[in-house]
């Protein structure tokens, strides 16, 4: 869509294409509440046109910026600036509040507290840094009776070499004696590692939006251009995966085509779900 396009769009029509948009990529409004962070009132207020609900220029410039770069419209954004123009003297006193600078011949302000405070926080660090000596000797002093303790307990469980050679003869010296020698666990084996599983989307009959997640946490998200080939491996987690136009690509999981994948026909606004066993669950 190009600016001429534009130029006669007002905040509503500007609203309804978003709305269509996110509709067409089978996005939520939770969804892009719970990825932009934008308040789900402010999204609303948008995609209908009414600014009036946003919390002035300054912040509904900031949110609808953040929605176009997210939903993929940047080029709707000289259109959305020229329909909410700041203005310089009414938004920064939005942003910053009012202010007036006190009349002339008020003798200045007594800055009396601002020594007070001063003197509050060095009489405080003084005290913490006394109460830190303290804990310090407490704590050197703790560490010797603890050192004293092992060396009293270490003398008096040592028996003197010379009572174990007059109490305990022996004709073999304890040298000479073999170590016994453990048994060889043969049958032990290291784990083996769990090879990885992977999913492979390529667009063989045209373009295809594509958000994938691996458990929670989103790997990807874009368009699959036509012969273009994306690949996502997977461990332990399974894979998520929301399409924007199913029909246009061919899915192998594991080295193979689903079974899921040959039942659906039309646009999928769901998500499938690519299992580690090797299933595929189409969650709506």
Known sequence: MGEDDLQGKDLVELGEILRRTRESKGLSVEEVVKDTKIPRGHILAIESGDIEKLPGKVFARYFIKEYLNYIGLKELWPRYDALIALGENVEISQVLGTYTPPPKGFRAASKWWVYAILIVLLITSIG????RKEHVLDAMKHQDQVVSSDDSTKQATEMPRELIQGGLPSTVESKDLPLPSLPKDEGAQKPVEEPAKILEIKATRGNCWVRVLKGDKKVFEGTIKRDETKTFETKDEPLKVRFGN????????????????????????AMLIYQIDGKVVKVD
């Open 128 to 131: 913490l840094l006394y109460a």
């Open 246 to 269: 199913f029909p246009a690509v061919d899915i192998k999981w594991m080295g193979k085509t689903p079974e899921m994948s040959d039942k659906i026909k039309g646009p999928v606004p």
